[in-house]
């Protein structure tokens, strides 16, 4: 069974606090994206992880990826109440099963910064 | 600019009677997607269409149903709904020859109640 596992699920932080938060995937890829969620909203893509060894960065969130481990990390570095969202993982299962294109979504890690 | 359009964004009906949400796209792309999207859980992928081939997850229940009746709209149609399928609906878009930065497009849901 194709499993994506983000933890922790829930995250709640001081602003100017670091954390990263994990995603790891049971099956190979050749993509990875981190999405953001705001309440009630759609999903936002922020990055897209395309090899091993990939490292983007967009402003305090900086998304890696290793292949071989199957794991992906976002972290955040100092951390301020504009980041409060839910941030959703997703590998893109290209070749599985004739689909391609196919995310397999994690639950979301529902962050929280506080003052 | 270029966008995923959903229609309408909030949609209340009746247990059982029957509903259609709207997606449209000026991106051009070839593949479109629906995903379900219960609270607190991560999307969940109902069906997808490469150009007019339709592609159904296997869990997808037999009330939920899809057209496509050109590259830009693509509707999801909910033959009886339960109180189950309250949910958001997210349509997605993506490109079938994907750069580096693709992803999939998000439109901005359809919350659908159901009472």
């Known amino acids: 069974e194709l499993k994506v596992e983000q933890n922790p699920l829930f995250l709640s932080m001081q602003e100017g606090k670091n954390y990263t938060i994990y995603c790891n995937y049971s099956?190979?890829?050749?993509?990875l994206y981190w999405y953001r969620q705001d309440p009630g909203k759609s999903l936002e893509s922020l990055f897209v992880?395309?090899?091993?060894?990939a490292v983007k960065q967009e402003g305090r969130l900086m998304a890696s990826l290793d292949t071989k481990a199957r794991l992906s990390t976002l972290h955040i570095t100092a951390a301020v109440h504009d980041l409060s969202a839910t941030y959703f993982c997703?590998?893109?299962?290209?070749?599985?099963?004739?689909?391609?294109?196919?995310?397999?979504f994690g639950k979301g890690t529902k962050l929280s910064v506080k003052p | 600019d270029a966008m995923v359009i959903q229609n309408p964004r909030y949609q209340v009906t009746q247990f059982g009677k029957p509903v259609t949400l709207s997606c449209s796209q000026t991106?051009?792309?070839?593949?479109m997607y629906w995903y379900q999207q219960k609270s607190s859980q991560a999307p969940k992928l109902l069906f997808h269409?490469?150009?007019?081939?339709?592609?159904n997850e296997a869990d997808t229940p037999d009330n939920f149903q899809s057209r496509r009746p050109n590259t830009s709209f693509c509707f999801l149609d909910i033959r009886s709904p339960g109180l189950g399928d309250a949910a958001m609906y997210l349509c997605?878009?993506?490109?079938?020859?994907?750069?580096?930065?693709?992803?999939?497009?998000f439109g901005p849901g359809t919350r659908l109640t159901v009472l």
């Open positions: 991106l051009n792309h070839n593949v």
């Open positions: 997703a590998v893109d299962i290209m070749d599985y099963g004739g689909s391609q294109g196919n995310l397999i």
């Open positions: 992880l395309l090899s091993n060894g």
């Open positions: 099956t190979t890829s050749d993509r």
């Open positions: 997605a878009t993506s490109p079938l020859l994907r750069h580096n930065t693709d992803t999939q497009y």
């Open positions: 269409y490469y150009d007019k081939d339709f592609n």
